[in-house]
Structure formats: structure tokens, C-alpha cells
């Protein structure tokens, strides 16, 4: 048997290109400790945390302006590409450029004129054909153009660090113990004080349900009299207006009467005229 057949493939040769290129690693957070009483810190351990917190920040802060200016060149509009096309195809040709002259005419009037715009900006000092422009509060201009980060202000006011922490809870332990008990009285009192005024409350609001149903009661004893009144006056003008259908019936006969007495009137003229 052949001894190649058996042996191992042996690599060809060295790769002809480099291994690509990793970025550094991010700094280890600290570890986060759930439940455990923390032993105090010396304040070689504070700075220590202090200086991998602000590490941390500064890392997430330059990731967050590169992921910035990515959107940015991502984030372009069509209008925007089409400006740059057309700006692109409006470059001249190399030709076009060799026959451009060497040196340009300057006007020498516009020399001792103030340059308004930039004076408005900074200091402007021209010297022969050089001008120079010295800006004013130039820190202030590059943090408005720099790109804002998540975190407003300082690292340290946007994180609270662990000396921070440590302060907070010393000035928790330094509280009056007392402070306790006096919320507590506090609250025994207040709540006493809505005890007695829904107590008298409930005493008000009955007060005036009993004069509501006195009210009632008065209303609806006048209302009944009223009735009974009017129940009598009706009886009584029936019974008046009986005794006149009866007068009326007994005066039929007064009539007659009446008839008879101008009959015998009649018959006595007569007589006498005889």
C-alpha cells in the first residue's frame, strides 16, 4: 500500500490575505451585586469605579456620534441626491480646466472695506491680498455643531456614579429617626380632623333632610285643606243653585196669581164706569 494514501493533506500554503481586523472590546461593566449588603468603599475603589463609568460613557458617546453621522449620509432625501447628480455632471472637464487662466484680477478698492457679515462673527484683519478671520468663542460654536448625545450635560449628572450613591445613602442614614413617628401623629391627626368633619357633615346633611321632609309635610297638609275648601265651596253653590230651580218652580204660581189680580182690576174699572 502506498504510504501517501494514509498521510494527512498538508495545507497548500500561507493565506495571501490578512484576518480582518476586530475593534477593541468594550470595557466590563461592573458587576451588579441583587440583595447583598455592600461593605463601605474606600475612596481609592470610588475613583477607580468613577474613571470605568466614565470610560463607559465616553465609549457609548463616540458610538452614538458614528451611528449620528451614519443616519445622516443614510438619511438623504431624493431631492438631495438629485442636487449632488446635477452638481457632479456640472464639473467641467480637464479641458475645460487647462484653458482657465493662471491668475485672477483683483480688485484692489475692496482692500480697506469692513467685511460686514464676518465682523458681525469675529475679528477680520487683511494684510495685502490675505485676510484673516479670527472667530470668538469657538468652543461654544463646536458644541453646538458637534452632534447631541443621549446623555444631556455632564457624564456624571446623566449617571449617577457609585460615590454619588454612597453619599445618597449616608445622608439617608443621618435622618432623625423621629421623623417617623412625627409623619405618623401627623397622619393620626389629619385623619381625626376628617373623622369629625364627615361626622358633621352627616349631622348637617341630616338637619336639612328632616327640614326637607317638615317642608313636605307642611305643603302637603295646605294642599289638603285647600281641596277641602274647595270641595265645600262646590257643594254649596249646587245647593244654592237647587234652592233657586225651587223658587223658581214655586213662582209659577205667583204668575197665575198675577194674571188673575189684573182680570179682577179690569172687571172693577168697569164697573165703575157704569
Given amino acids: 500500500m502506498d504510504s501517501t494514501e494514509d498521510s494527512p493533506v498538508s495545507p497548500k500554503g500561507p493565506p495571501s490575505q490578512p484576518p ?23 475612596p481609592e475603589d470610588y475613583k477607580a469605579d468613577n474613571e470605568m463609568i466614565e470610560l ?61 457679515p464676518l465682523n458681525s462673527e469675529g475679528t477680520v484683519h487683511v494684510e495685502g491680498n490675505m485676510t484673516h478671520f479670527v ?43 423621629n421623623i417617623l413617628n412625627d409623619l405618623e401623629f401627623e397622619a393620626q391627626k389629619i385623619a381625626t380632623s376628617v373623622d369629625t368633619l364627615t361626622e358633621n357633615l352627616c349631622g348637617i346633611l341630616h ?10 309635610d307642611i305643603y302637603k297638609d295646605a294642599v289638603s285643606k285647600m281641596s277641602d275648601a274647595m270641595d265645600a265651596n262646590i257643594k254649596s253653590m249646587y245647593t244654592v243653585m237647587a234652592k233657586t230651580e225651587e223658587l223658581s218652580h214655586s213662582m209659577k204660581s205667583v204668575q197665575h196669581l198675577a194674571s188673575r189680580i189684573k182680570e179682577m182690576r179690569r172687571l172693577i174699572d168697569l164697573f165703575e164706569s157704569l
Avoid at 95 to 103: A, C, E, G, N, V
Fill in 56 to 116: 463607559d460613557e465616553e465609549t457609548s458617546q463616540q458610538m452614538t456620534t458614528s451611528y449620528s453621522e451614519i443616519s445622516f449620509k443614510s438619511g438623504m432625501s431624493p431631492e438631495t441626491e438629485v442636487s449632488l447628480s446635477l452638481t457632479m455632471d456640472s464639473i467641467p472637464s480637464a479641458d475645460h480646466i487647462l484653458q482657465r487662466p493662471i491668475s485672477l484680477a483683483y480688485d484692489t478698492n475692496n482692500i480697506g472695506k469692513p467685511l460686514l
Fill in 207 to 216: 338637619s336639612i333632610s328632616s327640614i326637607t321632609a317638615d317642608n313636605v
Fill in 20 to 42: 480582518p481586523s476586530l475593534p477593541p472590546p468594550l470595557p466590563e461593566r461592573p458587576p451588579k451585586k441583587h440583595g447583598s449588603v455592600t461593605s463601605p468603599k474606600s
Fill in 135 to 177: 472667530t470668538e468663542d469657538l468652543e461654544y460654536k463646536i458644541k453646538i455643531s458637534s452632534p447631541v448625545s443621549k446623555f444631556s450635560g455632564n457624564s456624571k449628572s446623566g449617571t449617577p456614579s457609585y460615590t454619588q450613591k454612597g453619599l445618597l445613602m449616608t445622608s439617608v442614614s443621618s435622618l432623625d429617626p
